[in-house]
């Protein structure tokens, strides 16, 4: 049973710094392309990172570029998202998810597996 378990979120002030992590279980991470989407109420779920199978090639939204990291430990069989610089904007539900596809892949419909969200709020 695939299980992907988000923690790490919380309450921060805008320009502060989250570490988030996913925690898999059921699947290797370095077998899948492991992302990063957020969620706000009545919007879309939106892509905010991916990382590649390799590790090495990683796809962030412009929205996002320069102020958050994905980074993997195989060992742990973890995947976090290092969040710098936070802004109002970036409170949202965050998702960790797994797709089977190769690349770079940043649609919700191309990820297979889904955790259940940590919340990050950013007071202005």
């Known amino acids: 049973q695939v299980q992907l378990v988000e923690s790490g979120g919380g309450l921060v002030q805008a320009g502060g710094s989250l570490r988030l992590s996913c925690a898999a279980s059921?699947?290797?991470?370095?077998?899948?392309?492991m992302g990063w989407f957020r969620q706000a109420p009545g919007k879309e779920r939106e892509f905010v990172v991916v990382?590649?199978?390799?590790?090495?090639?990683?796809y962030y939204a412009d929205s996002v570029k320069g102020r958050f990291t994905i980074s993997r430990d195989t060992a742990k069989n973890t995947v976090y998202l290092q969040m710098n610089s936070l802004k109002p904007e970036d409170t949202d539900v965050y998702y960790c998810?797994?797709?089977?596809?190769?690349?770079?892949?940043?649609?919700?419909?191309?990820?297979?597996?889904w955790g259940q969200g940590t919340p990050v709020t950013v007071s202005s």
């Open positions: 059921g699947l290797t991470v370095s077998r899948y392309s």
């Open positions: 990382i590649s199978r390799s590790g090495s090639n990683q």
């Open positions: 998810a797994a797709s089977e596809w190769g690349g770079s892949p940043s649609e919700v419909r191309d990820y297979n597996y």
